[in-house]
């Protein structure tokens, strides 16, 4: 494991990165002794330093869950990230491509909780009692660390390249509908870029859920009431550029779209 300092030099620099938009060389060929352990230790006191500064926790995503992120990154384990609420954006929105590194967007479902989940043992029954509504979102994917040749502790220390989510669309109770069904369009300018099933996110979208709920329960943390919890990708990641539009369509579940300046 790195050591408390080095840690910290890394928090403080990708701190700075999002600052500046300036990608950091890749950690893992500065740091080759680095541990996934060591990744999260990193998010965490990144995450203490933003809350230091005034940012307040709005839920979590979950990143790499289906087979085509994997396959996108050559990642084949999950990962997470905290969502602050200056990250939540509504559909509509007009987004500024400078504020980004490297922006790209994803399709996704959101589960807004009613009730807390808490790991080791949670399982898909717990998520969906736990959930007030599902909704549609729309990830904007952001990267404080050069990309070639990333690892997942890369990502990880990146908040799981977390930049924003939108959101929009109908929400819905998840008895309401099979959500492993749920299907999705994803345009830019137009022009249909990728599609994609919800079922492709571990089966079920739920399933990253409760994955998370488990895997934090190890650092003696739970899911809270309340939170937003964005359950990963079911498309690969789309690049974006100053003046495109995004416009994603959910069929019965609504859409959602954004525009970047």
């Excluded at 990230?81 to 990250?87: A, E, K, N, R, T």
């Excluded at 043992?121 to 990830?139: M, R």
Aim: negative net charge.
């Amino acid at each position: 494991m790195l050591s408390e300092e080095t840690i910290t030099a890394i928090a403080d620099e990708l701190v700075q990165a999002g600052v500046t938009r300036t990608p950091v060389p890749r950690l893992t060929a500065r740091y080759p002794e680095m541990t996934v352990e060591d990744s999260y230790r990193v998010q965490n006191l990144w995450r203490q330093r933003s809350e230091a500064n005034g940012r307040v926790l709005a839920g979590r995503k979950i990143g790499l869950t289906s087979r085509a992120m994997q396959m996108a990154t050559g990642i084949t384990e999950p990962d997470y990230g905290i969502i602050f609420d200056d990250m939540v954006l509504d559909s509509g929105c007009t987004v500024k491509w400078s504020e980004y590194t490297h922006p790209r967007i994803e399709m996704e479902l959101a589960f807004k909780l009613k009730k807390d989940i808490e790991g080791p043992n949670a399982n898909i029954f717990d998520v969906l009692e736990a959930t007030e509504y599902v909704i549609p979102a729309l990830e904007i994917l952001d990267s404080r660390i050069e990309m070639e040749g990333r690892t997942i502790v890369d990502t990880i220390s990146d908040n799981a390249a977390m930049g924003a989510m939108v959101i929009g669309g109908n929400p819905v109770k998840p008895e309401a509908v099979d959500l492993r069904w749920v299907s999705g369009i994803l345009f830019k300018n137009q022009t249909v870029e990728e599609t994609g099933v919800a079922a492709g996110v571990l089966n079920h979208p739920a399933a990253g859920v409760y994955w998370l709920a488990n895997k934090i329960a190890a650092h003696g943390d739970k899911l809270n009431a309340g939170e937003l919890i964005l359950a990963g990708s079911f498309t690969r990641p789309m690049w974006v550029y100053e003046n495109d539009t995004v416009f994603a369509d959910y069929g019965a579940l609504g859409t959602v779209t954004c525009h970047f300046e």
